[in-house]
């Protein structure tokens, strides 16, 4: 169960990261 909650923290943030920031993505 926590490692689903995990990945879908990451894709949410990615998500948001990705909108809000694109120019900031970090490798």
């Known amino acids: 169960m926590l490692v ?3 990945i879908g923290a ?3 943030y990615l ?3 990705k909108n ?3 120019a900031l ?3």
């Open 4 to 6: 689903m909650w995990v």
């Open 10 to 12: 990451v894709l949410i």
């Open 15 to 17: 998500a948001i990261k």
């Open 20 to 22: 809000m920031e694109p």
């Open 25 to 27: 993505l970090l490798p």
